[in-house]
T-cell receptor, first 112, second 113 residues
Framework: RKEVEQDPGPFNVPEGATVAFNCTYSNSASQSFFWYRQDCRKEPKLLMSVYSSGNEDGRFTAQLNRASQYISLLIRDSKLSDSATYLCVVNMLSSGTYKYIFGTGTRLKVLA | EPEVTQTPSHQVTQMGQEVILRCVPISNHLYFYWYRQILGQKVEFLVSFYNNEISEKSEIFDDQFSVERPDGSNFTLKIRSTKLEDSAMYFC???????????FGDGTRLSIL
């Protein structure tokens, strides 16, 4: 089983739609969780951290379910500028140090 | 907002040559990382560095790879004898504390001919 698994998409949605991405992780010792956004041939940029209580940042809502080892991202009122690849990232504590494990990313295309 | 900077943005090298990729992490950050992304694939962890030594390295980070923080600001990745399969984007990242989000540089695209 992959350490971090995401549906690669692409998700093609009209402007204004609500879209949800899911991610599962295999290592129950994973410490912290993030969603990053990556535009084509650019660096990953932090979108938001993910907390068990759920957290919201404007149109974006992230949720973590530690029992099910499941992370989600909801985007409301999609904009053309939301078109990108969304990376699910698990921050693992291993041998006393942290490292990121990335999912393959989910591609989103918002259509006019 | 402070950022991680990487140079060069694009490096083209003949197979078998040595390359050094440079990174300047955010100044108050203590943890440094290199990641690689082969075109069309996911971002992969290479190495983490803290307190002037390697904390962890992946299977990809073999004897051809080394990292160094020569002067307290730069953080370099050296590939001693490049192979075709080293062609990828290489991202440097840093963070103040290990559990906190990492900040990424805009990458160096390495092309091995």
């Amino acid at each position: 089983r992959k350490e971090v698994e995401q549906d690669p998409g692409p998700f093609n949605v009209p402007e204004g739609a609500t879209v949800a991405f899911n991610c599962t992780y295999s290592n129950s010792a994973s410490q912290s969780f993030f969603w990053y956004r990556q535009d084509c041939r650019k660096e990953p940029k932090l979108l938001m951290s993910v907390y068990s209580s759920g957290n919201e940042d404007g149109r974006f809502t992230a949720q973590l379910n530690r029992a099910s080892q499941y992370i989600s991202l909801l985007i409301r009122d999609s904009k053309l500028s939301d078109s990108a690849t969304y990376l699910c990232v698990v921050n693992m504590l291993s041998s006393g140090t942290y490292k990121y494990i990335f999912g393959t990313g989910t591609r989103l295309k918002v259509l006019a | 907002e402070p950022e991680v900077t990487q140079t060069p943005s694009h490096q083209v090298t003949q197979m078998g040559q040595e390359v050094i990729l440079r990174c300047v992490p955010i100044s108050n950050h203590l943890y440094f990382y290199w990641y690689r992304q082969i075109l069309g694939q996911k971002v992969e962890f290479l190495v983490s560095f803290y307190n002037n030594e390697i904390s962890e390295k992946s299977e990809i980070f073999d004897d051809q790879f080394s990292v160094e923080r020569p002067d307290g600001s730069n953080f370099t990745l050296k590939i001693r004898s490049t192979k075709l399969e080293d062609s990828a984007m290489y991202f440097c990242a840093s963070t103040e504390q290990g559990a906190q989000p990492q900040h990424f540089g805009d990458g160096t695209r390495l092309s091995i001919l």
